[in-house]
């Protein structure tokens, strides 16, 4: 039977993939599933009788403003308290006009995909790279290329040797996409020496970033390093963060800091996507940030993450074979395994699934869909009963395939 669907999708679509964690997400749904596949906070981190106070008192406090529509860039008071809050990332000397709020972090990279990307544009990324950003740029058809990380951050030298070529071959980067802390899924974090050095490059071979700081305020080893943003003196840097791991995921409110030419062009983008993020949780977000409710749980938040950080790490040791290395995040959600090169950790998440227990494969995060014997775990979400019996079932299986 001929389908009415038949030729009518347009050619971008090819490039739509399903996000493998979002996939996982629904196996797991109403399972007995031990998951460390999605990067889903601890929801005991949720300051929710604040959030339930706040609710029901800002319709008091700003009258029929929160159900109402809003103007696209946000909020104005919303947008002047995250610029203020911005300076606890040494981010200064911007206003509300610096700032434009989004549906979440996700829509922001979305819409500066859309923005700044022609088909055939290069644009620069971390080998691995967050999957949802990967699978957005995708849609404009850029070049990809992917740098190395180390350690501590990406391989400047392997940057800077790709970045001379492109200029000898008369070639320019749009932009660099980068995850400097905390760095999700590969756990790493890209030192101040590395940072500095990255805005050189930036300004000697005219390329932008974009720096996505989903987990600066989530370190709990020693002090988070200061955003690239902050030491951006040519605006260069296009920074996002998000409200979803420091107050709720639910609220799906992120933002931006930028130039303001650069969220102006954003403000039109999104006139023709959403108009306009949701205003009722932008004031609550502007309440828990005028409180100190962000402020105040931000260490409980830290504490709970460190303690199961380094439960899952002393699990690894125990019970995973010899020859796997793992990362040692110094904050975040996330750990980055890689296993045996015999072993496929895409094949292998069927039988782990049957025997209760949810990852990532890491291939999804490399643009090439290398790292085939690489996983991510998340440690923000599990309990620690799950945590130590999951990477003890994981750690038999791996063993058992090695």
């Known amino acids: 039977m001929k389908t009415v669907l038949q030729n009518v999708f347009s050619s971008r679509t090819k490039h739509l993939r399903a996000s493998e964690i979002r996939d996982i997400l629904k196996i797991t749904e109403g399972r007995k599933v031990i998951s460390f596949a999605g990067g889903l906070p601890d929801p005991h981190t949720f300051p929710a009788e604040d959030i339930k106070q706040i609710s029901s008192e800002i319709l008091d406090k700003y009258d029929y403003a929160p159900l109402q529509y809003t103007t696209t860039a946000g909020v104005t008071e919303f947008r002047k308290a995250i610029a203020d809050f911005s300076v606890s990332r040494g981010i200064r000397g911007i206003s509300y006009k610096n700032v434009f709020v989004s549906t979440g972090s996700q829509e922001s990279i979305y819409i500066l995909g859309q923005l700044l990307l022609d088909p055939g544009d ?7 790279t967050y999957l949802a950003a990967l699978n957005s740029f995708r849609l404009n058809y850029p070049t990809f290329i992917g740098i190395t990380l180390e350690s501590d951050g990406m391989n400047m030298e392997e940057l800077e040797e790709n970045l001379k070529r492109l ?145 899952m790490l002393d699990e690894l040791e125990k019970s995973f074979p010899e020859g796997c290395e793992w990362s040692r ?35 999804g995060f490399f643009y090439d869909n290398s790292g085939r014997n690489t996983m991510r775990l998340n440690f923000s979400y599990p309990t620690p009963d799950e945590i130590k019996e999951g990477i003890r079932i994981l750690g038999d299986l791996i063993k058992e395939k090695s």
């Open 122 to 128: 290069i644009l620069i990324i971390e080998h691995p």
């Open 167 to 311: 200029y000898n071959e008369g070639k320019r980067v749009k932009f660099l996409y980068t995850i400097p802390t905390a760095h999700n899924p590969a756990g790493v974090t890209m030192s101040l020496e590395k940072r500095k050095h990255l805005i050189e490059l930036a300004s000697k071979y005219n390329f932008l970033i974009i720096e996505d700081d989903a987990y600066g305020h989530v370190v709990f080893d020693g002090e988070a390093p200061p955003s690239i943003k902050s030491l951006d003196e040519e605006n260069r840097v296009i920074y996002t963060s998000t409200m979803s791991k420091i107050l709720s995921p639910g609220l799906r409110l992120g933002w931006v800091v930028a130039d303001e030419d650069i969220i102006k062009e954003m403000e039109m983008m999104k006139q023709s996507v959403d108009l306009h993020s949701s205003t009722f949780t932008q004031y609550i977000a502007l309440e828990a940030i005028k409180r100190g409710v962000i402020q105040k749980n931000l260490p409980r938040i830290r504490k709970m993450y460190k303690e199961k950080r380094d439960l």
């Open 329 to 363: 995040p110094v904050g975040g959600m996330f750990i980055f395994a890689k296993v045996g090169d015999k072993i496929d950790t895409g094949k292998l998440l069927a039988e782990s699934l049957e025997r209760g227990v949810a990852y990532v494969p890491g291939s």
